[in-house]
């Protein structure tokens, strides 16, 4: 089983920045964020290919976030530009299980434990 760790949350204001970070341990496909605002579903984000680093964005995060990944550090990063109020929820990273949309949750078989960002406004 992979084991994935979150950091890089944080409290901050509208429009600033912030980098999330996802440790793995153990091969997989590739790494999807998620996200989870207070009463609500959890929500597809972006997703990264460990193979050759193709991503996929959610809706929400086209245009101002980025995925990347660093092989030799077995990370994968989530830059968050241009932050809004309802960006603010919790962030997890999960590891695919190698089948099925990358959108969908039922697709990931390992997750993290999460990182709270929110942004004030």
């Known amino acids: 089983q992979v084991r994935l760790v979150e950091s890089g949350g944080g409290l901050v204001q509208r429009e600033d920045s912030l980098r999330l970070s996802c440790v793995k341990s153990?091969?997989?496909?590739?790494i999807g964020w998620f996200r989870q605002a207070a009463g609500k579903d959890r929500e597809f984000v972006a997703y990264?290919?460990?193979?050759?680093?193709?991503?996929w964005y959610g809706d929400s995060a086209k245009g101002r976030f980025t995925i990347a990944r660093d092989n030799a550090k077995n990370t994968v990063y989530l830059q968050m530009n241009r932050l809004k109020p309802e960006d603010t929820g919790v962030y997890f990273c999960?590891?695919?299980?190698?089948?099925?949309?990358?959108?969908?949750?039922?697709?990931?078989?390992?997750w993290g434990q999460g990182t709270q960002v929110t942004v004030s406004s």
């Open positions: 990264i290919s460990w193979s050759d680093g193709s991503p």
């Open positions: 999960a590891a695919h299980g190698g089948s099925g949309r990358v959108t969908l949750i039922s697709s990931y078989d390992s």
């Open positions: 153990g091969g997989t496909p590739g």
